[in-house]
């Protein structure tokens, strides 16, 4: 199983990132999938996750309307698009697959890309 996040780097505030993270291993169409961060000194935080057919997204509140999570099931891929960027969305940004069947099912994460927010 292999999750790679990829698309992190250093941006000016108000700028935009568009973070990929491709997957193989695991029957993709099968798992939710989530944007985790976590920066210095604080919590990995939950960002915001879609269903595994893509019908329903939901968002942490300090992103929505700036970030938008996607998905490309033939792909094996999940998208965070991050616009409007602010230094407090600096962190190291996880992805993460969560069975869909069973909340007691596997779930796997990456190994992270860091984003940087500054001037």
């Known amino acids: 199983v292999q999750l790679v996040e990829s698309g992190g780097g250093l941006v000016q505030p108000g700028g935009s990132l568009r973070l990929s993270c491709a997957t193989s291993?695991?029957?993709?169409?099968?798992?939710?999938m989530s944007w985790y961060r976590q920066a210095p000194g604080k919590e990995r935080e939950l960002v915001a996750t879609i269903t595994n057919t893509g019908g329903y997204r939901n968002y942490a509140d300090s992103v929505k309307g700036r970030f938008t999570i996607s998905r490309d099931n033939a792909k094996n891929t999940v998208y965070l698009q991050m616009n409007s960027l602010k230094p407090d969305d600096t962190a190291v940004y996880y992805c993460?697959?969560?069975?869909?069947?069973?909340?007691?099912?596997?779930?796997?994460w990456g190994q992270g890309t860091q984003v940087t927010v500054s001037s």
């Open positions: 291993g695991f029957t993709f169409s099968s798992y939710h």
């Open positions: 993460r697959g969560i069975f869909a069947s069973s909340a007691l099912g596997p779930n796997y």
